[in-house]
């Protein structure tokens, strides 16, 4: 009874209705937000948060007014929980498992399962990407969205050691120490994004920041955060940095995910390659790019489909099979998907975007119990009022 | 009397049949000695599609004039004759004034600004083509969103620049078609280049030569050879190009759309005689809008299902074909009305709807082909055929459900003739329409994350478009919890239903004006305006809703007020 009496005021239909308003506002907010903001940082400030501060400047065009100040608003997460423990307090204190009732308690629990795979969905789900060339095999998926620095002593003929730095180890004017190489890291300059430029391009202050590889011809300079405008959506860190052999100095380099070889560094005669790379993850199947193809529609340069001819390995499922992925037919394989997202210049390879998400069943169920509760629902109803003729 | 009562909406439903039936039995001809109506019947490869000529006539003639046709001192010159000249003999056509111009600075630029037309000839821009083309290299540095109106109004200038020389110089379409197994379309410039003894492209060229040398039997012998050929290889495709044109000729969404017209007028007849106390009348007008109802609708679905033939796709493909199917949708949802409700009122909606949806798609049409290919992502008639065709139907209803609500608060406020049991059963309709609006815009937006994981791993985007089709649910779940939960009545379920229209207006074309997105293909630029203007007049709408009953003129109000909506009592 005590129960109950607490759990009145958070069954009520009121809150449901202020709920339902306040995720419009949000939702509204969040899509004009994307004209200035990049689509991953809304999902994080705005749906996977529990307050979001939203600018008033989003609802006007800064070209008719300038308009400061934000208001605080609860962000998808507090709306979400919200939404849920509104709905089944509902279910605990007012609904009665009735015949007539069905229809609702279907439509209410596919609803509550949808926004529990939301959930799962966002502390569970990883994408990656796995860019190969045409001919190549890779085994591993990068997550753009984070860098690392690799150190691969291939000194074993069967193995290479590879020593990983993450990212959040790095920053400007840190020194990275292991005992896994006889070097150490001194970040001079850390850059989270960058560009690259030529010895033509680079202004005065920014040539000589180190002398060894490829930083005796690049130079890198920092750039903003991307944030989606422009259609950059992806950091590419850089970084300059001076290793370090105890009190002996080897070489100062230049670090960038944008350089794909990595480069030499030898120490009392052993050699070590050195990169920035996106982070990587290792998978236990392999895919061999056999044939990236780009059709266009005849006469134009518009495309007509991308696909991607892939010989999958994995050794320990006995698989060694060809797979055709392209447009809306994505590769499922070891709770994995692969789909068709991008390309590389001249077609010389394809990009696959790799989803990991132990939740990708749940919208397809929680829908489908929805809507057969919303037919039934309705149909109960409108069925005698459309049979009845007046 | 009695009898005319009767019999008036028989003899409107036969004459409509008449009308429509004529209209689209008895397409149009060219009356010319040369056979030019096969001419453009003729099929070509542009933009990726196999058209008729006349389609590409017709849409580059739209897109460098915004007309169909040339009106000239003479008369009109169809789109067809245009092209053909063009292409025959350029040296007459670079002086038709053709060119469309409204931007005072670009006239300027092109020393025009004295002249009092709106149009002018190749012949006229060429001299400051160099300056044009300049102008236009400026303006294309600069990013999309950030040009001005000048910059935006050269660009264009310069685009129909450079489709003329296209033409003219028969680069685009390609016209050679594939004779064997494997071939593709060529372009016939190049074929004559690689190899000028080339039967097929030798074959057309006698066909444009005849023209040229105005010797009308030598081109229409060469027309039937040069099609015979086509004919014998890619039947299929010239099967369509021919009902294409009929298509193109016919025009049926233009047909329905006068039908509709005249069908509101009916209804607002009717109910006038409503109004005035004559049932018979009213009755008997209301009839007839139905009847013309129903002879539109069945033009509109001829229309739909000749796209859905020629583009081999389901009926959605783009914002034009979507405001199309929108009013296609209104108009059955508005015949469902009228059989319950008696009023005359479903039949005034549809017909409404059916013609606003058809400027709508009219106006969005004007840019070219409306039947244009689809960017690879959407090459999936399965998906298309569900998620676009429901979350459509989604739209068309909650769009049905607002305008109910103006039709209420219109009637309600200006006439007498909303009473009490009207006024119930008006509401009891638009509440029928949400539920309906609800479950179709939920699958609709469900079917659609099902795709979006189909091709890109993820359920849920939270992509612009995305978003606005969810708005659409949530605002209709709001609408109904709030009337479940006894926090609107009548009104205000009314107030809600017509805001709703500015949430689908927005989902629907709003989204798109952001540019952001995976679905930012629909961009359009000039829309902008008129979304302001609707979302503008839908407020104004409630804002007469909001006036107190006491003053409205139907007194309905004054009753005591209905009890609470017997589902509450339920839960």
């Known amino acids: 009874m005590m129960i109950r009496k607490l759990l009145k005021p958070v069954a009520s239909l009121k809150l449901t209705v202020v709920i339902f308003a306040l995720s419009i506002f949000l939702i509204f907010a969040g899509t004009l937000v994307q004209v200035h903001t990049g689509i991953w940082t809304v999902v994080d400030q705005y749906f996977r948060s529990l307050v979001v501060s939203i600018e008033l400047q989003i609802f006007v065009p800064k070209d008719i007014a300038t308009i400061p100040g934000s208001i605080w608003f609860p962000g998808g997460l507090t709306l979400g929980v919200a939404m849920l423990v509104n709905l089944i307090a509902a279910h605990a204190v007012r609904f009665k498992l009735k015949k007539k009732r069905i229809g609702i308690i279907l439509t209410h629990l596919g609803v509550i399962l949808l926004l529990v795979g939301e959930f799962v969905t966002g502390f569970a789900a990883r994408e990656g990407n796995m860019t190969i060339r045409e001919g190549e095999t890779v085994n591993f998926v990068e997550d753009i969205r984070s860098s690392e620095i690799a150190i691969v002593d291939q000194a074993d003929p069967v193995d290479d050691l590879v020593v990983i730095v993450p990212e959040q180890l790095i920053e400007t004017d840190t020194t990275i120490v292991s005992g896994l190489f006889p070097f150490t890291i001194e970040v001079t300059e850390w850059m989270p994004n960058s560009q690259m430029l030529g010895p033509m391009q680079a202004p005065e202050s920014r040539k000589g920041l180190a002398d060894t590889g490829i930083a005796r011809e690049l130079a890198a300079l920092p750039l903003p955060r991307a944030n989606g405008v422009d259609g950059a959506t992806v950091d590419a860190p850089s970084a300059y940095v001076t290793l370090m052999n105890g009190e002996q100095r080897i070489g100062s380099y230049l670090l960038s995910v944008y350089v794909d070889q990595p480069q030499m560094v030898v120490v009392d005669g052993r050699t070590y390659w050195i990169s920035l790379r996106f982070a990587r993850t290792y998978k236990p199947y392999s895919l061999h790019l056999v044939d990236f193809k780009h059709d266009l529609f005849t006469g134009t340069q518009m495309a007509r489909n991308y696909s991607s001819d892939v010989r999958l390995v994995d050794e320990g499922r006995n698989v060694d099979r060809d797979v055709l992925i392209y447009m809306n037919h994505p590769l499922r394989h070891a709770g994995e998907t692969f789909y068709q997202a991008s390309f590389l210049r001249d077609d010389a390879g394809t990009v696959l975007q790799v989803v990991q998400n132990p939740g990708w069943m749940i919208p397809y169920i929680s829908c489908s119990i929805a809507t057969l509760g919303m037919l039934i629902h309705f149909g109960i109803r409108l069925v005698p009022t459309l049979r009845r003729r007046p | ?571």
């Open chain 2, 1 to 571: 009397m009695k009898k005319l009562q009767q019999l008036l909406p028989w003899i409107v439903l036969v004459l409509s049949i008449v009308y429509a039936g004529q209209k689209l039995a008895r397409p149009e001809k060219i009356d010319s000695p040369f056979d030019l109506n096969t001419f453009r019947q003729i099929p070509v490869s542009a933009h990726g599609r196999t058209k008729p000529l006349d389609t590409v006539a017709r849409n580059s003639l739209m897109n460098i004039s915004g007309r169909q046709s040339i009106r000239t001192d003479q008369g009109s010159v169809s789109a067809i004759e245009w092209y053909i000249e063009l292409i025959t003999s350029p040296e007459a056509s670079i002086k038709r004034e053709v060119f469309r111009i409204d931007h005072p600075d670009v006239l300027t630029l092109a020393g025009l600004d004295t002249e009092d037309r709106t149009r002018f000839s190749f012949a006229e821009l060429r001299d400051v083509g160099n300056e044009i083309n300049r102008q236009a290299m400026l303006a294309s540095k600069v990013k999309a969103k950030a040009r001005d109106p000048f910059q935006r109004a050269i660009l264009v200038l310069n685009q129909r620049m450079m489709l003329f020389s296209e033409l003219s110089q028969l680069t685009s379409p390609y016209l050679v078609p594939p004779l064997t197994v494997g071939e593709d379309w060529r372009s016939f410039v190049s074929v004559l280049n690689e190899n000028p003894q080339d039967p097929d492209a030798r074959a057309l060229l006698s066909v444009l030569q005849a023209f040229r040398n105005n010797e009308p039997d030598a081109f229409n012998a060469e027309l039937k050879k040069f099609r015979d050929l086509v004919d014998s290889h890619i039947s299929y495709d010239a099967r369509k190009s021919r009902y294409e044109v009929v298509f193109n000729q016919v025009q049926p969404f233009i047909i329905a759309s006068y039908l509709f017209v005249v069908a509101f007028l009916f209804g607002c007849f009717g109910m006038l005689c409503a109004q005035l106390t004559k049932p018979d009348w009213s009755k008997s007008l209301l009839a007839s809008m139905t009847a013309m109802v129903w002879v539109a609708f069945t033009v509109m679905t001829i229309g739909l299902a000749s796209r859905v033939y020629l583009q081999g796709r389901p009926p959605i493909t783009n914002l034009y074909s979507s405001a199309v199917f929108v009013g296609w949708f209104s108009i059955i949802i508005g015949l469902v009305v009228d059989r319950q409700m008696k009023l005359g009122l479903g039949g005034i909606m549809a017909s409404v709807i059916g013609f606003v949806s058809l400027v709508v798609a009219h106006n969005l049409g004007n840019s070219g082909d409306t039947m244009e290919m689809m960017q690879a992502v959407l090459d999936s008639n399965f998906w298309l055929t569900t998620h676009v065709v429901v979350i459509t139907i989604g739209y068309s209803a909650t769009f049905f459900a607002g305008f109910m609500g103006i039709a209420y608060v219109l009637l309600g406020v200006l006439t007498k003739t909303l009473d009490r049991e009207r006024g119930k059963s008006m509401t009891k309709m638009i509440y029928g329409v949400i539920c309906f609006a609800t479950v179709t815009s939920f699958v609709g937006t469900v079917l659609g994350g099902i795709w979006a994981d189909q091709s890109w791993g993820r359920f849920w985007g939270w992509d612009a478009k995305e978003n606005g089709a969810a708005l659409i649910v949530l605002w209709n779940l709001l609408i109904l919890h709030a009337r479940w939960g006894g926090m609107i009545r009548d009104r205000g379920l009314v107030q809600l239903a017509i805001f709703g229209n500015i949430i689908t207006a927005w989902s629907w074309f709003g989204t798109n004006m952001l540019g952001v997105g995976l679905h930012s293909y629909g961009f359009t630029n000039s829309a902008i305006f008129w979304l302001s203007v609707f979302v503008i007049s839908q407020l104004a709408m409630m804002s007469i809703g909001m006036i107190p009953m006491a003053m409205w003129r139907s007194k309905f109000a004054k009753a005591p007020p209905p009890p609470v909506p017997e589902s509450t009592s339920v839960q």
